[in-house]
């Protein structure tokens, strides 16, 4: 399955992007569900052109959940801090070889030459 969603602890999540053996690996923060769907709405638009991508391009990625609205507004969301810092929904976090750590936000994720150039470059 390309995109899986992960229930490891945040200090996981982040320690295994760091000593991925192969890279890039690929991290994807998404709003949490309420009521069966996820209350961020560019988050919507995104799933299927992320689905796709990581479906098609034979390349895997780990999906997270940043939270509720409330949650997510919070200045100390831990998804907002060191190493992640996300500052939209939905980002797609790209660790490279040499560590370096880019990020794809917001719309720019269902933008389909961005997020082509993206999990391709």
Known sequence: MPL???????????????LASVKPVYLVVYASAVEGRMWCSDCRDAEPFVNAKFGDSGKTATAVYAGSKPEWKSPNNVWKQ??????????????????????????????????????SG
């Open 4 to 18: 899986k969603f992960s229930t490891e602890s945040l200090e996981d999540v982040a320690k295994n992007l760091s």
């Open 82 to 119: 060191e190493p992640f810092l996300v500052t939209a929904l939905p980002t797609i976090i790209k660790v490279k070889a040499d560590g370096k750590w880019e990020r794809l936000v917001e719309d720019d994720v269902y933008d389909q030459a961005k997020l082509d150039a993206f999990v």
